[in-house]
């Protein structure tokens, strides 16, 4: 394809005169074809290097995120509440962990019968059951009781004063039994609360 070189007119090859603006065409006024664009060499394009963020410098980038985030919208980011395991306090005198809980599950009616009869009567079911841990736990505790409440009817000896504080151990003591039973039905082995603080029935 010719062009020509006095308007720019596109010609055919073969043409010896421009169409549009009726010039000769010849070899010095003629673009025989057009100019083609040179070529520009490419450059080698080096590869970027995987850019890995350790840990430390995420922890490290981390407050200045907060930062701008805060000076930009005047308030701090969100941040998601972390989860806290329930604080559990330790009863010293709970020892229901000691004991096999299949031992706990089948001898609960047994182990509630030196509270509600007498401590003798629960070393006779002790003797019966002398592989019952948790009876024999039970049974101390009724004799620590027997024992607690023989001393509460001593005090009757005095009078006025020992009556008043008789019954009012009496009382006392009511309360601790009716809570070594419902312990016992609930399959707990602990210490008889106010009793097990007295140094020669621990």
């Known amino acids: 394809m010719k062009i020509c070189a006095n308007c720019g007119a596109q010609l055919p090859d073969d043409a010896a005169f421009c169409n549009n603006c009726g010039s000769a065409l010849t070899d010095g006024n003629s673009g025989s074809q057009a100019p083609e664009t040179p070529s520009v060499p490419l450059t080698p394009v080096t ?13 490290m980038s981390q407050p200045n995120l907060q930062q701008n985030y805060q000076q930009q919208f005047g308030q701090a980011p969100y941040q998601q509440p972390q989860y806290q395991q329930p604080y559990m306090t330790y009863d010293p005198n709970d020892h229901t962990s000691e004991f096999d ?20 009567m629960g070393i006779v079911v002790g003797i019966y059951l002398k592989e019952s841990a948790f009876v024999k736990f039970h049974i101390r505790n009724a004799i620590r009781f027997d024992i607690a409440l023989i001393l509460t009817l001593l005090l009757m000896i005095i009078p006025f004063l020992g009556w008043i504080a008789a019954a009012v151990c009496g009382l006392v003591l009511s309360v601790v039994k009716i809570i070594a039973i ?8 602990k210490d008889l609360p106010i009793i097990s603080s007295i ?4």
Request: aromatic share 16%.
């Open 47 to 59: 590869p970027v290097a995987d850019q890995t963020v350790t840990p430390d410098q995420q922890a």
């Open 101 to 120: 809980p299949q031992d706990i599950a089948d001898n609960k009616l047994f182990a509630v019968i030196p509270y509600l009869f007498s401590s003798f």
């Open 182 to 189: 419902v312990w016992v039905f609930q399959g707990k082995a």
């Open 199 to 202: 140094a020669f029935l621990k």
